[in-house]
């Protein structure tokens, strides 16, 4: 609860989330978007943390069906009554971006317009429907009918090639590039207030206590007070550009297409203006807790990140010298926020298991003993510094060969005794899949099945072992 005993932000979306039964959204759909005879049918329910989404079926047609939480509604709603004052709202910002994008080479989805309801100055429908809180229910909600963007979610890939990370950072990068096209003098809502904005970092301390663990609530009240410290208090974050993000790059609204190379990006429920780093310490967090980053190679997959957004943007030296503490940032609000969100809804198993990788990639980047830290933050800023390394507008597949290395596991090899971290990362190399997904080198329109490099010999000798990771550490 906020200081003054009002809900916070994120209480009230909480309280306000969408609750709309399959028939609550048919009724809905139809009723708005459906022409007469057409008939609606939920594809499947989609992954959403604020708001309801569906992909629905119009008559052989396929739309994704946005509910709004109550908080983007009611802000909407207030606002579009009086003239021209519903620019102020989020709803609004999140239209007026998706069309700017898809007039300047990014693929998203756009808002379609009711057949039945026309009194609204953007493509929506406001309809009755049930929100968690019963207290607040039934609850006036936006509703919004988009199209089809053609693709699979990044996540729905089971054995991601590392390349398509890069991929995916280049595709930020130009996203990024877009955005800052945006005359922002008209979108009020993109200098909002939101929680999951990584400059309002300190106001996690109201989240804490919803953490159980004690050691994981230091880990992230450590995280806090570095960020107080090394950017607020020391004035650094006064020198990050700022420009309008994403907010939300991860790989549940990433698009890939039959190739594994990205087509698309959705869900600008987070943007808002702010510093331009955090765009990529966000997508590097998440891209930590991909597939491929959950197969031991969290750390590999954000610096492929990093190569492919840095093959399209210069980041500047501040923005790289605290990209490890905002992943860190990000990181610890997922999964302080998450922890919140499961004591709001306990029946919720699935925040808890989404967390859990959460809370391992906080803890291999940052954990408990400031020593280790200092070191590990040490090796990833020249890690980082490598990943940079690559020329700009590079086009095709991006190499990332020489980012291709497992996360350090049970024995710190970065301040440990090497011989016992040798020991640790033969056991990790033999422990490697099999096989792994890579893009096929000179025939792009192929995916091949190859056995890496390093699990051709089970017999690699310390010495080799020892020099590899002298030569990646470096």
């Known amino acids: 609860m906020a200081a003054n005993d009002e809900p916070s932000d994120e209480e009230m979306r909480k309280r306000l989330l969408p609750n709309p039964s399959d028939e609550d959204l048919?009724?809905?759909?139809?009723?708005?978007?459906?022409?007469?005879?057409?008939?609606?049918?939920?594809?499947?329910?989609?992954?959403?943390?604020?708001?309801?989404?569906?992909?629905?079926?119009?008559?052989?047609t396929h739309y994704l069906a946005k509910c709004h939480n109550g908080v983007e509604s009611n802000d909407f709603i207030n606002l579009y009554t009086e003239e021209s004052a519903h620019e102020k709202s989020v709803i609004y910002l999140q239209t007026a971006?998706?069309?700017?994008?898809?007039?300047?080479?990014?693929?998203?989805?756009?808002?379609?317009?009711?057949?039945?309801?026309?009194?609204?100055?953007?493509?929506?429908?406001?309809?009755?429907?049930?929100v968690h809180s019963e207290d607040d229910s039934p609850c006036d909600l936006v509703l919004r009918l988009f199209s089809w963007v053609p693709g699979r979610?990044?996540?729905?890939?089971?054995?991601?090639?590392?390349?398509?990370?890069?991929?995916?950072?280049?595709?930020?990068?130009?996203?990024?590039?877009?955005?800052?096209?945006?005359d922002t003098s008209k979108l009020a809502a993109c200098k909002r207030y939101h929680q999951w904005d990584g400059k309002n970092t300190r106001d996690l301390k109201g989240f804490v206590q919803y953490v159980d663990d004690p050691t994981r609530k230091s880990m992230v009240e450590s995280v806090i007070a570095a960020f107080e410290e090394e950017l607020i208090d020391s004035k650094e974050a006064e020198k990050l550009p700022v420009g309008l993000i994403h907010a939300d790059f991860n790989d549940a609204n990433i698009l890939l297409d039959e190739h594994c190379f990205v087509s698309g990006v959705i869900d600008f429920g987070d943007t808002?203006?702010?510093?331009?780093?955090?765009?990529?310490?966000?997508?590097?967090?998440?891209?930590?807790?991909?597939?491929?980053?959950?197969?031991?190679?969290?750390?590999?997959?954000?610096?492929?990140?990093?190569?492919?957004?840095?093959?399209?943007?210069?980041?500047?030296?501040?923005?790289?010298?605290?990209?490890?503490?905002?992943?860190?940032?990000?990181?610890s609000c997922s999964v302080t926020l998450g922890a919140y969100s499961y004591k709001q809804a306990p029946e919720n198993h699935y925040l808890l298991l989404h967390a859990k990788p959460g809370w391992d990639a906080l803890g291999m980047i940052w954990g408990t003993d400031v020593g280790r830290r200092q070191e590990m933050r040490t090796i990833l800023d020249k890690i980082f510094e490598q990943a940079c390394s690559t020329k700009k507008g590079e086009?095709?597949?991006?190499?990332?060969?020489?980012?291709?290395?497992?996360?350090?596991?049970?024995?710190?090899p970065f301040g440990g005794n090497e011989d016992d971290a040798i020991q640790q990362e033969t056991k990790t190399e033999l422990a490697r899949p099999a096989s792994t997904v890579t893009r096929t080198f000179?025939?792009?329109?192929?995916?091949?099945?190859?056995?890496?490099?390093?699990?051709l010999s089970v017999s690699r000798n310390e010495d080799t072992i020892r020099q590899g990771r002298r030569n990646r550490l470096a």
């Open 26 to 60: 048919i009724a809905a759909v139809t009723e708005s978007f459906a022409k007469p005879g057409q008939k609606v049918s939920i594809v499947k329910k989609l992954e959403s943390y604020d708001d309801k989404n569906f992909w629905v079926d119009i008559d052989g």
């Open 153 to 182: 979610t990044m996540d729905s890939v089971k054995m991601l090639p590392l390349e398509a990370l890069a991929d995916a950072g280049r595709y930020l990068g130009k996203l990024s590039g877009a955005l800052s096209s945006i």
């Open 442 to 455: 000179g025939n792009e329109d192929k995916m091949s099945t190859t056995r890496p490099a390093s699990s």
């Open 97 to 130: 971006i998706m069309k700017h994008l898809n007039e300047n080479g990014i693929t998203t989805s756009l808002p379609q317009s009711p057949i039945n309801d026309h009194e609204l100055p953007i493509p929506a429908s406001i309809h009755e429907m049930p």
């Open 272 to 331: 808002v203006e702010s510093w331009r780093v955090l765009d990529l310490s966000v997508a590097m967090a998440y891209a930590m807790l991909t597939t491929y980053g959950k197969m031991n190679r969290g750390i590999s997959a954000a610096a492929a990140f990093l190569r492919g957004y840095s093959s399209v943007c210069t980041l500047t030296d501040e923005e790289l010298r605290h990209l490890v503490l905002l992943i860190a940032c990000r990181l």
């Open 395 to 412: 086009t095709g597949v991006i190499d990332c060969s020489d980012l291709s290395f497992p996360d350090p596991q049970v024995v710190d």
